[in-house]
């Protein structure tokens, strides 16, 4: 099956400080990259939608200053978050996603980066 | 608004026993449905979806899920668990007009003893 790595898997910084995420579809060709948070015992949210070569489309209350996305190419895309603060602390997955079938297209999703920011 | 909502958040099962979870969303007009598990320590995986057609569908692992679009549900079924069906399930939805965008419930943490 499809697969999709992030790196790095757990990571620790200072306040204030930027973090990059980075998630690559190992196999297959990402049309489509999304950004999810999920908070302790909580489920999965949605932070943002990134076509290759386009800008990302934010959900609403996410802020794009904030939590800079970039997909550069087919197989790659990032995510920084900038001026990191406690409260960004969190588990982020990225999930990927090679059809053009819209909605019908089977998401295939990263093992995950927990993110703490001391 | 657009929601999926998982009611049993722990359930705790013994091997052979059967298994429902439960699922409800929220969407206006035509809906994509799918089931996530994540077994510790690993990423999410796909287990089932339904799209549309046969309200019954089969996933992978003996899971079976049923689309009944009266209650909005789509409650996830396994007739016997095993220990390895330990992990953390998800029910999710898009919306079948065609935008990516997938919602997902809670999660149910399934533990199943020997």
């Known amino acids: 099956g499809a697969v999709v790595s992030q790196h790095p898997s757990w990571v620790i910084c200072k306040s204030g400080t930027s973090v990059k995420i980075e998630c690559r579809s190992l196999?297959?060709?990402?049309?489509?990259m999304f950004w999810y948070r999920q908070f302790p015992k909580q489920s999965l949210m949605l932070m943002a939608t990134?076509?290759?070569?386009?800008?990302?489309?934010?959900e609403q209350g996410v802020e794009k200053d904030k939590f800079l996305i970039n997909h550069a190419s087919l197989t790659l895309s990032t995510l920084t978050v900038t001026s990191a603060h406690p409260e960004d602390s969190s588990f982020y997955i990225c999930?990927?996603?090679?059809?053009?079938?819209?909605?019908?297209?089977?998401?295939?999703f990263g093992p995950g980066t927990r993110l703490t920011v001391l | 608004a657009q929601s999926v909502s998982q009611h049993n958040h722990h359930v705790i099962l013994s091997e052979a026993a059967s298994l429902e979870l439960g699922c409800n969303y929220s969407?206006?007009?035509?809906?994509?449905l799918f089931w996530y598990v994540q077994y510790p320590g690993q990423h999410l995986q796909l287990l089932l979806k339904?799209?549309?057609?046969?309200?019954l569908v089969k996933g992978i692992k003996g899971f079976e899920a049923e689309f009944i679009k009266s209650k909005f549900s789509f409650n996830l079924r396994k007739p016997s668990v095993q220990w390895s069906d330990t992990a953390e399930y998800f029910c999710?939805?898009?919306?079948?007009?065609?935008?990516?965008?997938?919602?997902f419930g809670a999660g149910t943490r399934l533990a199943v003893h020997p």
């Open positions: 999930s990927a996603k090679s059809g053009t079938s819209g909605s019908r297209d089977t998401q295939y």
């Open positions: 196999d297959f060709q990402a049309t489509t």
């Open positions: 990134s076509n290759e070569g386009s800008k990302a489309t934010y």
């Open positions: 969407y206006g007009g035509t809906v994509n």
């Open positions: 339904y799209f549309s057609g046969d309200p």
């Open positions: 999710a939805a898009s919306d079948g007009g065609g935008y990516n965008k997938l919602i």
